[in-house]
């Protein structure tokens, strides 16, 4: 079945580590998105990309960073510099960067500190 | 600015019957709406989308949704709930542009 995989489901971060968080997709699928979930407060942007070799900020980019080396894999990375991890990643895909797309999600990571 | 307004955080209803999720976001010349569905600990899933044509639009589950330009709202309904339809439930927005805005979410709670 095609789908998105995101591991792991749950992972702990201590002071001052950068994590990293797996997003693999075999829809073929140009477009892939990173967003934060907090309670209460839907769901918030963190990087995007459109094509491989290619992404950009989403509304709060500060503290993670992205790479896109190739269509299938848009791996996060959560740095020190994010003071407040503490959430509910997801991962999504849509077929190719076009606003009447809806997007396919993964079942997120949960980052806690420890 | 842009934004998605849902205006109930948490709806309980009784199973078998009738439910609205509402749903407001900012006027635009051009927008496309879309319901998502998600349950405890898993990621989103579609339930419908607006593109454009017909105002009613049908989706899974027994879900449906009208789009009405005038009132800027995209309410989420269902006639009769099922206990499974418990979940929380997202209306998100693309503007023109590429970037999807979403609503802080409804929580259905369906009772027995």
């Known amino acids: 079945d095609g789908g998105i995989t995101q591991s792991p489901k749950y992972l702990f971060r201590k002071e001052g580590q950068n994590v990293t968080l797996s997003c693999e997709q075999n829809l073929n699928h140009d477009a892939m998105y990173w967003y934060r979930q907090d309670p209460g407060q839907g769901l918030r942007l963190i990087y995007y990309?459109?094509?491989?070799?290619?992404?950009q900020k989403g509304d709060i980019a500060e503290g993670y960073s992205v790479s896109r080396e190739k269509k299938e894999s848009f791996p996060l990375t959560v740095t020190s510099a994010q003071k407040n991890p503490t959430a509910f990643y997801l991962c999504?895909?849509?077929?190719?960067?076009?606003?009447?797309?809806?997007?396919?999600f993964g079942d997120g990571t949960r980052l806690s500190i420890l | 600015a842009q934004s998605v307004t849902q205006l109930d955080s948490q709806v309980p209803v009784f199973e078998e019957a009738p439910v609205e999720l509402r749903c407001n976001y900012s006027?635009?010349?051009?927008?496309?709406l879309f319901w998502y569905v998600q349950y405890p600990n898993q990621g989103l899933q579609l339930l419908l989308k607006?593109?454009?044509?017909?105002?009613l639009v049908k989706g899974i589950n027994g879900f449906e949704a009208e789009f009405n330009k005038s009132q800027t709202s995209f309410h989420l309904r269902k006639p009769s709930v099922h206990i499974s339809d418990t979940a929380e439930y997202f209306c998100a927005v693309t503007y023109g542009g590429f970037k999807t805005i979403f609503g802080a979410g409804t929580r259905l709670f369906v009772k027995a």
């Open positions: 006027s635009s010349v051009s927008v496309y």
């Open positions: 607006y593109l454009s044509g017909s105002t």
């Open positions: 990309s459109q094509i491989v070799n290619d992404f």
């Open positions: 999504a895909s849509s077929i190719e960067a076009h606003p009447n797309q809806p997007q396919h």
